[in-house]
């Protein structure tokens, strides 16, 4: 009997050993190294923490070999691990202030307090393809140890906040949800939108901000402050009462100013968009912050015409696990619906016998 | 129950009571802007139309009015219907829950958008249009909707052959009557309007305020009228409210207002307008 | 023969020790069973649950899995079926994953099975009471193409506002003579909540209507769970003077010669030569055991 999907067993587990080779490439190749991935692709291992939400670079990096290069799969991968990962404590709020700086710049200001730090960047470089990697050719060595700076570095939009131009953001003490533990409800509080935010894809978030900056809920947005570099995680143990640090993560934050009119009741202020991703991860913290800003639209009272600032239709489709899983699973059979619809169609096309009339 | 019927056990207890108390209403967005301590009384059958120019407050009024939007302090009571479970009893809206809200809505109200894409549904035929309302009340059976839908259609001046047509298919005229029809075929006792010729040409407005002037008499609705076309007003209330900077500033007979108008703004307004 | 002289199967794989018994941690079950608890206390209606990533890909069973992976005990038996069929790719899979994670016996037969999870069909042997269904839900809102706001569809549903579905299917008898939904078709349960049935085909809905089995709904990326106890009433939306009906063949199954069963088309050759078989894999296998056949 002819049976096309019906593959079974033994298909699965050839599909799976071909998947093997596949990766696996042409073995006259040296095979790539997971430490090789951890050191010489940072930025693709920052991607698959930040979407995968767990920060550990050498699992990112053993899922970014095991998935071939494919980030989603490897987001996905990441994610599966973490969800079996018991918590034993909550960490406190993360100090960004106290950052350790590797990069930090400031658009709205030409200096600022603690200055402007260049730092790894592909900003500014010309993008022509260099064949000296190619040729294999041997990094000659930093130059200069990148000088990190030791001086105070206050945050730009903290600067603004003491003169009264920018809203201040009110930390109600709330206990926080975790969207990863609880079913996220709509309207979302900004803490649930942020971590939605913080674990949704790029590419998405970075076309719904630019589409903000085309006019498609436009809010006029400029880049206060990014900063990269390393923050101390602390926790407080019950048993200890006093907090200790656990080690320091690298992380990427970006703070939007944008402007606002003012309304009934309030003079015109600076609103402010909030992105932030482990590792240095620029673009999707901008994207990140656009978007942030977009979706508090209800809470200035502007009009909610475009998409970036529609929350459910933002937060509902922003994760790449979720849309790369529903997008695919039509790969799967669905010949009885199918069959339904073909019996329906036929039904459809022959002349009815009793006219709706 | 059809419309005659309605008004035969309706008129002789209704008529006398009013059928919507309106108490120290506001609501601001900014220093006179929306409306404030509006209060007056509807009777069943009365027309109130609402002018003033755009920006005075009258389009938060009637959202106010309609249970669209909570106000900031007032209330609004409505007289049920006899035939409600709790028959003649008054509901302060904004006290109801929003399940009564939305069931006075679908039942003894109607609510006619200026722009008649707000108010269909333009993904479905006029027959289904004029059949939600029906449906959402139970009603289950299809050549009863089928027949409702030719009959409206009938009522507001549509070829009946056209029920199975798209809204999108219809001239702007028709898809306001058909917003009308959609409204009417639960046999509402309240109906409001946002400018409802607003978006049309001069000739096609004459022939729908001729048509609704005919259903409004013809099945005794209460109606507010949002406007600020003073021969709209003229044509169709009974009693105007003109509006400015969110206060009601005069208050009286269309004909007194339009004719003899007291406060200076009601006397700008008229004078700004050709007499006929 | 029949299920009752049959010994009970047997786990044929070994658990993997590596996970927690059917992986998930026993916190997440409890979770989950707390909602299914309000589900069947509320039937139809969508409980929003704490869904967890599962290692298979969201929109491949996650939701009907941690609803399995929830109410499985070591005694259980399991059946997996996708299409019907217990050969299909992704019923393989996920009997694979149940199998090593939890070390049940798994069945391709119905009457042993009690635990069955499906994908898009109820099977034809009718089920009895001790037997649960877990469904896996792509998209659980039934009014979600009319209304994609979820804030709307839910206060939709708590102020029993379903008027709008009756349009859709207005809408069709206007346009085709007939109401032209074919798989998940709309259910009203216990007169009140409207519900989607997952992907099946209308085929089956007549057999959630006072069924004996526990019918449990998984939604995994939507993070909703619902469900239908025993004997409870499910009826298709429909209108008094075009009432729900199911599709008929012409036909019978080429191998089992059943009239009555959902049959799957098959295309034979490059003229288009078409056949007809049971979807249901093992009841056509049940009826051939019995010495049916096609013609």
């Given at each position: 009997m002819y049976v096309a999907v019906k593959g079974g067993e033994q298909a699965i587990d050839n599909a799976h050993k071909l998947l093997a080779k596949q990766r696996r490439g042409d073995t006259s190749v040296a095979e790539l190294g997971v430490e090789q991935?951890?050191?010489?692709?940072?930025?693709?291992?920052?991607?698959?923490?930040?979407?995968?939400?767990?920060?550990?670079?050498?699992?990112?990096?053993?899922?970014?070999?095991?998935?071939?290069?494919?980030?989603?799969?490897?987001?996905?991968?990441?994610?599966?691990?973490?969800?079996?990962?018991?918590?034993?404590?909550?960490?406190?709020?993360?100090?960004?202030?106290?950052?350790?700086?590797?990069?930090?710049?400031?658009?709205?200001?030409?200096?600022?307090?603690?200055?402007?730090?260049?730092?790894?960047?592909?900003?500014?470089?010309?993008?022509?393809?260099?064949f000296t990697?190619?040729?294999?050719?041997?990094?000659?060595?930093?130059?200069?140890?990148?000088?990190?700076?030791?001086?105070?570095?206050?945050?730009?939009?903290?600067?603004?906040?003491?003169?009264?131009?920018?809203?201040?953001?009110?930390?109600?003490?709330?206990?926080?949800?975790?969207?990863?533990?609880?079913?996220?409800?709509?309207?979302?509080?900004?803490?649930?939108?942020?971590?939605?935010?913080?674990?949704?894809?790029?590419?998405?978030?970075?076309?719904?901000?630019?589409?903000?900056?085309?006019?498609?809920?436009?809010?006029?947005?400029?880049?206060?402050?990014?900063?990269?570099?390393?923050?101390?995680?602390?926790?407080?143990?019950?048993?200890?009462?006093?907090?200790?640090?656990?080690?320091?993560?690298?992380l990427t934050e970006c703070e939007m100013v944008n402007q606002f009119v003012g309304s009934a009741t309030e003079l015109p202020q600076f609103t402010r968009g909030y992105g932030l991703a482990f590792g240095h991860a620029e673009r999707k913290a901008m994207g990140m912050a656009l978007v942030d800003r977009s979706l508090r639209a209800g809470e200035y009272s502007e009009e909610i015409v475009s998409p970036a600032q529609q929350e459910e239709f933002v937060l509902a489709h922003c994760d790449n696990v979720e849309a790369a899983g529903f997008v695919s699973h039509l790969k799967l059979p669905h010949y009885v619906d199918f069959q339904a619809e073909l019996e329906l169609i036929r039904k459809l096309r022959k002349p009815s016998k009793e006219p709706a009339q | 129950m059809n419309a005659a019927q309605q008004i035969d056990r309706d008129a002789v207890s209704d008529r006398t009571q009013p059928l919507l108390k309106v108490r120290g209403l506001t609501k601001l967005y900014g220093p006179e802007k929306g409306c404030q301590d509006v209060s007056f009384e509807l009777y069943p059958g009365e027309v109130l139309g609402i002018v003033g120019e755009s920006g005075s407050g009258k389009s938060t009024l009637l959202s106010l009015l309609s249970g669209r939007c909570p106000p900031d302090s007032g209330v609004i009571d409505y007289r049920l219907a006899d035939t409600h479970k709790s028959a003649g009893q008054?509901?302060?809206?904004?006290?109801?829950?929003?399940?009564?809200?939305?069931?006075?809505?679908?039942?003894?109200?109607?609510?006619?958008?200026?722009?008649?894409?707000?108010?269909?549904?333009?993904?479905?035929?006029?027959?289904a249009n004029i059949g939600e309302r029906l449906m959402a009340q139970g009603v289950r059976n299809y050549q009863a909707l089928r027949a409702a839908g030719l009959?409206?259609?009938?009522?507001?001046?549509?070829?009946?052959?056209?029920?199975?047509?798209?809204?999108?298919?219809?001239?702007?005229?028709?898809?306001?009557?058909?917003?009308?029809?959609?409204?009417?075929?639960?046999?509402?006792?309240?109906?409001?309007?946002?400018?409802?010729?607003?978006?049309?040409?001069?000739?096609v407005q004459a022939r729908l305020l001729d048509l609704m002037r005919g259903l409004v008499r013809e099945l005794d609705l209460a109606v507010v009228i949002v406007t600020h076309d003073l021969a709209v007003a003229r044509l169709l209330a009974d009693r105007l409210m003109v509006m400015r900077r969110s206060h009601v500033v005069e208050t009286g007979l269309t004909d007194q207002i339009l004719d003899d108008p007291q406060h200076p703004y009601s006397q700008l307004l008229v004078s700004s307008v050709l007499q006929p | 023969m029949n299920a009752a002289?049959?010994?009970?199967?047997?786990?044929?794989?070994?658990?993997?020790?590596?996970?927690?018994?059917?992986?998930?941690?026993?916190?997440?079950?409890?979770?989950?069973?707390?909602?299914?608890?309000?589900?069947?206390?509320?039937?139809?209606?969508?409980?929003?649950?704490?869904?967890?990533?599962?290692?298979?890909?969201?929109?491949?069973?996650?939701?009907?899995?941690?609803?399995?992976?929830?109410?499985?005990?070591?005694?259980?038996?399991?059946?997996?079926?996708?299409?019907?069929?217990?050969?299909?790719t992704n019923a393989v899979s996920i009997r694979r994953f149940f199998a090593r994670t939890a070390g049940v016996a798994t069945t391709e037969r119905t009457p042993e099975a009690t635990i069955i999870q499906t994908r898009h069909r109820i099977p034809e042997t009718p089920l009895h009471a001790d037997q649960i269904m877990v469904y896996q839900v792509p998209i659980p809102e039934p009014l979600r193409f009319i209304e994609p706001s979820e804030t709307e569809t839910r206060t939709m549903h708590a102020l029993n506002d379903y008027g709008v579905m009756h349009v859709k299917l207005y809408e069709d008898i206007a346009t085709f003579g007939h109401i032209a939904t074919a798989y998940a078709y709309p259910v009203t349960v216990d007169e009140r909540y409207v519900m989607d049935p997952s992907p099946i085909p209308k085929?089956?809905?007549?057999?959630?209507?006072?069924?004996?089995?526990?019918?449990?709904?998984?939604?995994?990326?939507?993070?909703?769970?619902?469900?239908?106890?025993?004997?409870?009433?499910?009826?298709?939306?429909?209108?008094?003077?075009?009432?729900?009906?199911?599709?008929?063949?012409?036909?019978?199954?080429?191998?089992?010669?059943?009239?009555?069963?959902?049959?799957?088309?098959?295309?034979?050759?490059?003229?288009?030569?078409?056949?007809?078989?049971?979807?249901?894999?093992?009841?056509?296998?049940?009826?051939?055991?019995?010495?049916?056949a096609g013609q």
């Open positions: 991935i951890r050191q010489q692709l940072p930025l693709a291992v920052a991607r698959v923490m930040t979407e995968g939400s767990l920060y550990d670079a050498e699992l990112a990096a053993l899922a970014i070999k095991q998935s071939a290069g494919d980030l989603v799969e490897a987001i996905f991968l990441l994610r599966a691990y973490r969800t079996t990962l018991t918590r034993f404590s909550a960490s406190l709020p993360i100090d960004t202030s106290a950052m350790q700086l590797n990069r930090r710049l400031s658009a709205t200001f030409k200096d600022v307090p603690g200055g402007q730090l260049l730092g790894p960047t592909f900003d500014y470089t010309h993008r022509l393809l260099d990697l190619l040729a294999e050719g041997e990094f000659p060595g930093p130059e200069a140890q990148a000088d990190a700076a030791v001086q105070d570095c206050p945050r730009v939009l903290g600067l603004l906040a003491k003169e009264g131009l920018i809203k201040e953001e009110q930390d109600t003490g709330a206990p926080v949800a975790d969207i990863t533990r609880e079913p996220l409800e709509y309207p979302a509080s900004r803490a649930e939108r942020l971590q939605a935010l913080a674990r949704g894809d790029e590419g998405f978030l970075l076309a719904l901000g630019y589409s903000t900056q085309r006019g498609y809920g436009r809010n006029h947005p400029f880049a206060g402050e990014i900063r990269v570099g390393e923050v101390e995680v602390w926790i407080e143990p019950e048993e200890l009462g006093f907090p200790i640090s656990i080690g320091a993560i690298e | 008054w509901l302060d809206l904004y006290s109801a829950s929003e399940a009564e809200r939305r069931t006075l809505l679908r039942t003894e109200w109607g609510f006619v958008e200026q722009n008649p894409r707000d108010g269909l549904r333009m993904a479905v035929s006029a027959g009959d409206w259609l009938n009522q507001v001046e549509i070829d009946p052959a056209r029920i199975d047509d798209l809204p999108r298919t219809f001239s702007g005229g028709m898809q306001q009557r058909l917003q009308i029809a959609r409204n009417l075929v639960s046999g509402p006792r309240l109906v409001f309007m946002d400018e409802p010729t607003g978006g049309l040409d001069v000739s | 002289t049959q010994p009970r199967p047997q786990p044929q794989t070994p658990r993997d020790e590596a996970y927690n018994f059917a992986y998930l941690d026993e916190q997440t079950k409890r979770m989950i069973r707390r909602g299914l608890l309000k589900a069947v206390a509320i039937p139809g209606y969508q409980v929003p649950f704490g869904g967890r990533e599962m290692p298979l890909p969201y929109g491949w069973g996650t939701g009907g899995m941690q609803l399995t992976a929830a109410i499985l005990g070591a005694e259980d038996v399991l059946k997996v079926i996708d299409q019907g069929a217990d050969d299909t085929f089956d809905n007549p057999k959630l209507d006072m069924s004996s089995a526990l019918m449990l709904f998984g939604a995994g990326r939507e993070k909703r769970l619902y469900a239908v106890p025993p004997f409870t009433r499910v009826t298709s939306l429909d209108f008094e003077d075009h009432p729900f009906e199911v599709q008929k063949w012409e036909h019978s199954c080429a191998i089992c010669g059943s009239h009555d069963s959902f049959l799957d088309e098959l295309i034979l050759d490059d003229q288009g030569t078409q056949s007809f078989v049971c979807s249901d894999t093992d009841y056509c296998a049940q009826r051939v055991s019995q010495g049916r």
